[in-house]
């Protein structure tokens, strides 16, 4: 099993930015890729980004490329999402998400990839 706890949401107004981290414990050796997601009230779940941890390729929903960055710190087993000029749709519980599955191009986004998710955190977007 792996645990993940989430950490760094918050009220912040547009344009700003946050940073949220992701630690992650128990079985991690058994990590092949993790990833953020987040749901708005009243849609569904969408994939955010993801980093893949054999290779260290990095994915990006078009919607965040060029504003959010993810990265690891493989010492710490932390997982971070790096929020700059925010919006306000980007207002939703975040979710942090391991796998132990294969990552590859064809299939980071897939929620079903996943078998460890974390609680989630709120990020509130103000205009």
């Known amino acids: 099993q792996v645990q993940l706890v989430e950490s760094g949401g918050g009220l912040v107004q547009a344009g700003g930015s946050l940073r949220l981290s992701c630690v992650a414990s128990?079985?991690?050796?058994?990590?092949?890729?993790m990833g953020w997601f987040r749901q708005a009230p009243g849609k569904e779940r969408e994939f955010v980004a993801a980093f893949n941890w054999i290779d260290s390729s990095t994915y990006y929903a078009d919607s965040v490329k060029g504003r959010f960055t993810i990265s690891r710190d493989n010492a710490q087993n932390t997982l971070y999402l790096q929020m700059n000029s925010l919006k306000p749709e980007d207002t939703a519980v975040y979710y942090c998400?391991?796998?132990?599955?294969?990552?590859?191009?064809?299939?980071?986004?897939?929620?079903?990839?996943?078998?460890?998710w974390g609680q989630g955190t709120q990020v509130s977007v103000s205009s």
């Open positions: 998400a391991a796998t132990s599955r294969p990552m590859y191009s064809g299939n980071y986004y897939y929620i079903a990839l996943y078998n460890y």
């Open positions: 128990g079985r991690t050796f058994s990590n092949n890729g």
